[in-house]
């Protein structure tokens, strides 16, 4: 059983910065990819950025250099660096681990989500 253990929610004003954490009960050495979604009201969830197992991280245009993705091998521990935020920010975060089969259906494990409200 993989569990993810998302932390790091809360309320900010514009402008203003958080960081997420997603404690993961498996090494990263288990999972091709751990992303950071997001979902807010009436929306579609939706990626926020990414980080292969080898490192390379990716971002979608509206985070992009204002978000930063890392993680701590050691402490099984991703985390999401938010500045600059904005009230489109606002949404619930998941955290994302995805194992990519070459037969059947890829292996999604998701972290409890965190509420980030920006006001402005």
């Known amino acids: 059983q993989v569990q993810l253990v998302v932390s790091g929610g809360g309320l900010v004003q514009a402008g203003g910065s958080l960081r997420l954490s997603c404690a993961v009960s498996?090494?990263?050495?288990?999972?091709?990819?751990m992303g950071w979604y997001r979902q807010a009201p009436g929306n579609q969830r939706e990626l926020v950025a990414g980080?292969?197992?080898?490192?390379?991280?990716n971002y979608r245009d509206f985070v992009k250099g204002r978000f930063t993705i890392s993680r701590d091998n050691a402490k099984n521990t991703v985390y999401l660096q938010m500045n600059s935020l904005k009230p489109e920010d606002t949404a619930v975060y998941y955290c994302?681990?995805?194992?990519?089969?070459?037969?059947?259906?890829?292996?999604?494990?998701w972290g409890s989500g965190t509420q980030v409200t920006v006001s402005s």
């Open positions: 994302n681990a995805l194992v990519i089969r070459s037969v059947g259906p890829n292996l999604n494990y």
């Open positions: 498996r090494s990263f050495g288990n999972f091709d990819v």
């Open positions: 980080i292969t197992r080898a490192g390379t991280t």
